[in-house]
């Protein structure tokens, strides 16, 4: 069964700490996003990766860094995290280059979300 | 600014009752998608569509992209406890690379 894992699936830390949250896939996909969360606000999407070591910024990255050396993981990095920072996070990922898209085939497969509260 | 507007953003509704969501936008989409999600879990894809005016139907569940394709609705028929979830719809922009971008979700309630 092929899946998007989490590592993480609780996580409770404090103001000013450096978090890393770790996303591994096992479908050799090319893609992978890093959402966050929030009721009434939806998934917004902080960073995307569309390669190794390749990484571009989303919707709302400031506050987060991330890290691909490996096709198969993408990690999250809080260096100073914040109360604002307290959500759901959702790594996901597809199959698809995103040069080569075409219309639907930007399908994501989701690992089961982080929730991490700062304190 | 939310670029996809769904609604209700809450819906709770008696077991046999049927219902829509609406997902509208100013902004055309080459791809429009919706997933379910479970407590617990992340976000699963039920259906992507991609024509403007197409219909899918996926057992109770009918999904349609509008003609211009800036809106979509998905219409359950005769809701079961199971279909509880949070509901969310996703477009696709062409000169976006793929990106989704996702509505606000809708959290729907079948009571027995």
């Known amino acids: 069964d092929v899946k998007v894992t989490q590592s993480s699936r609780y996580l409770v830390k404090r103001t000013g700490e450096k978090v890393f949250l770790e996303c591994v896939q096992d479908?050799?996909?090319?893609?992978m996003f890093w959402y966050r969360q929030d009721p009434g606000l939806g998934l917004r999407l902080i960073y995307f990766?569309?390669?190794?070591?390749?990484?571009e910024k989303g919707d709302i990255p400031e506050g987060y860094s991330v890290s691909r050396e490996k096709k198969e993981r993408f990690s999250l990095i809080l260096e100073s995290a914040s109360t604002n920072q307290t959500s759901m996070y959702l790594c996901?990922?597809?199959?698809?280059?995103?040069?080569?898209?075409?219309?639907?085939?930007?399908?994501?497969?989701f690992g089961a979300g982080s929730r991490l509260t700062v304190l | 600014t939310q670029l996809l507007e769904q609604s209700p953003q809450f819906l709770s509704i008696q077991e046999g009752e049927n219902l829509t969501v609406y997902c509208n936008s100013s902004?055309?989409?080459?791809?429009l998608q919706w997933y379910r999600q479970e407590p617990g879990e992340g976000p699963v894809l039920l259906v992507t569509?991609?024509?403007?005016?197409e219909v899918k139907k996926l057992k109770r569940l009918t999904f349609q992209f509008g003609d211009a394709r800036k809106d979509s609705s998905l219409h359950i028929t005769a809701a079961q406890p199971g279909d509880t979830g949070l509901y969310l719809c996703?477009?696709?922009?062409?000169?976006?690379?793929?990106?989704?971008?996702f509505g606000q979700g809708t959290e729907l309630s079948v009571k027995p």
């Open positions: 569509v991609v024509t403007g005016g």
């Open positions: 996703a477009g696709e922009r062409g000169n976006q690379g793929g990106k989704l971008i």
């Open positions: 990766s569309y390669d190794v070591k390749m990484k």
């Open positions: 479908m050799d996909h090319e893609n």
């Open positions: 996901a990922s597809s199959s698809r280059s995103l040069g080569r898209v075409r219309p639907g085939a930007n399908v994501l497969t």
């Open positions: 902004s055309v989409f080459s791809s």
